[in-house]
């Protein structure tokens, strides 16, 4: 894991134990799945291979996520929070738009200004 990886990771869940002492619950929520995204793609497909065996750790070896891909990951979170914004408004359920608005606002505090 590269160094700007390390720090993006590290910074998240800084961000997320301040968040859940001041029990701001969109930041909690938002920060929680960014980590979840940012696991879920350093995750290798499982084949034949590999068998955990009982009472021995079944952890294999990540992919390593490069800054590119950790930004591009951000990104992608951004946008998808941003298409059913618009979606929401379209439809009139502003309660949900004003709610995804709000997490746009946290994933914009960690992705690049050149790419949002």
Do not use: C, F, G, K
């Given at each position: 894991m590269?160094?700007?990886?390390?720090?993006?990771?590290?910074?998240l869940k800084r961000d997320l134990l301040n968040s859940m002492k001041s029990k701001d619950t969109v930041s909690i929520s938002v920060l929680r799945?960014?980590?979840a995204a940012l696991d879920n793609a350093s995750a290798i497909p499982i084949d034949?291979?590999?068998?955990?065996v009982f009472g021995r750790s079944g952890d294999v070896p990540r992919k390593v996520l490069s800054a590119v891909d950790c930004e591009g990951i951000l990104t992608e979170?951004?946008?998808?929070r941003l298409a059913a914004t618009a979606e929401y408004v379209r439809l009139g359920?502003?309660?949900e738009a004003v709610r995804l608005r709000?997490?746009?606002?946290?994933?914009?505090?960690y992705v690049s200004r050149t790419q949002s």
């Open positions: 590269s160094d700007m990886v390390a720090s993006i990771r590290a910074r799945s960014l980590l034949s291979t590999h068998v955990p979170e951004l946008r998808s359920r502003d309660t709000a997490e746009i606002a946290v994933i914009e505090r």
